[in-house]
């Protein structure tokens, strides 16, 4: 089960932020390839973030998965995610810092 967790210092109460949950839903779940039913996305607004030295609209999140995650995805993730709230919570793409953990990497997967 993907989740995706977004911190933003931007106020969400005047927002309207189903489109928010919707576009990232989607967009994990296509990217990964996983089923949108399994990913979770959690959004918090009015977190503390200074980036580059000032408060500007910002924000940072984490992504952990268990499973699908490579270079190309992480690419992918990062450049959409980005988008995503840069069309619907005006955060600058370059105000935006993105962490990938996927859960299996390192690890000997067995097929029996």
Excluded: H
Excluded at 45 to 58: D, H, Q, R, V, Y
Excluded at 86 to 105: C, E, G, M, N, W
């Amino acid at each position: 089960m993907p989740c995706l967790y977004i911190s933003t210092n931007v106020n969400l109460d005047a927002v309207d932020i189903d489109p928010v949950f919707s576009d990232a839903t989607k967009a994990v779940a296509d990217i990964i390839g996983k089923p949108e039913q399994f990913v979770m996305v959690v959004l918090k607004g009015s977190i503390p973030i200074s980036f580059n030295g000032n408060k500007e609209p910002a924000a940072y999140a984490e992504i952990v998965s268990m499973g699908g995650i490579n270079k190309e995805v992480k690419r992918k993730l990062i450049a959409t995610i980005g988008s995503i709230l840069q069309a619907q919570l005006s955060i600058p793409r370059t105000r935006f810092f993105l962490k990938v953990y996927d859960t299996t990497a390192g690890q000997n997967v067995s097929k029996l």
